[in-house]
């Protein structure tokens, strides 16, 4: 994703923590450490150690339980997870997260929306109406306009995503 490049090669300099929230084979944890950040702190419920690299730190977790420290990390990021959700624990989640980020920090992530192929077929996913979607990201600073985006890959995707930072001391 663009978008999500350019903000983390701006905000990159200086920067020494990020999170991969639902890190699967830790392709996202590859990337941010090639990118410069010096710890990379990945979190999946599954047993993905067997993609596990050097100077990457592995915890075997629900994202849900998963204690973030308030202001620990630089970048957070969770690509194509929280469709594994309940719509309630991603609310409850977002501002977990949020707390999370250092003075600067940046959070990265996406979801589904109502129109995508999975929620079609019937599938239990998670998912967000445009309404519901602006509601989860408007108390945040929006770094670049939130996009939806929808196409046809093997299946009918309906996203949303977004990349979010708190809003400045007043």
């Not at 090669?9 to 944890?29: K, P």
């Not at 979190?43 to 100077?55: F, I, N, R, T």
Request: hydrophobic content about 40%; charged content about 25%; some cysteine.
């Amino acid at each position: 994703n663009t978008m999500v490049t350019d903000v983390v090669r701006q905000i990159v300099r200086g920067r020494t923590a990020a999170l991969d929230l639902g890190c699967g084979n830790f392709r996202d944890s590859r990337w941010l450490k090639r990118q410069g950040f010096v710890r990379v702190v990945a979190v999946d419920p599954a047993d993905v150690k067997g993609y596990l690299h050097d100077g990457i730190e592995f915890n075997q977790m629900r994202i849900e339980d998963f204690p973030i420290p308030e202001g620990a990390y630089d970048f957070i990021a969770a690509c194509s997870v929280f469709h594994y959700l309940h719509v309630d624990n991603i609310v409850a989640l977002v501002p977990s997260i949020m707390r999370g980020l250092r003075s600067g920090g940046v959070f990265s992530f996406n979801v589904l929306g109502e129109r995508d192929g999975w929620i079609q077929d019937g599938l239990e996913r998670a998912c967000f109406t445009s309404e519901s979607f602006t509601r989860l990201i408007a108390p945040y600073r929006s770094l670049c306009e939130a996009k939806e985006l929808e196409l046809t890959l093997g299946k009918k995707w309906h996203m949303f995503y977004a990349v979010l930072s708190n809003p400045e001391p007043a």
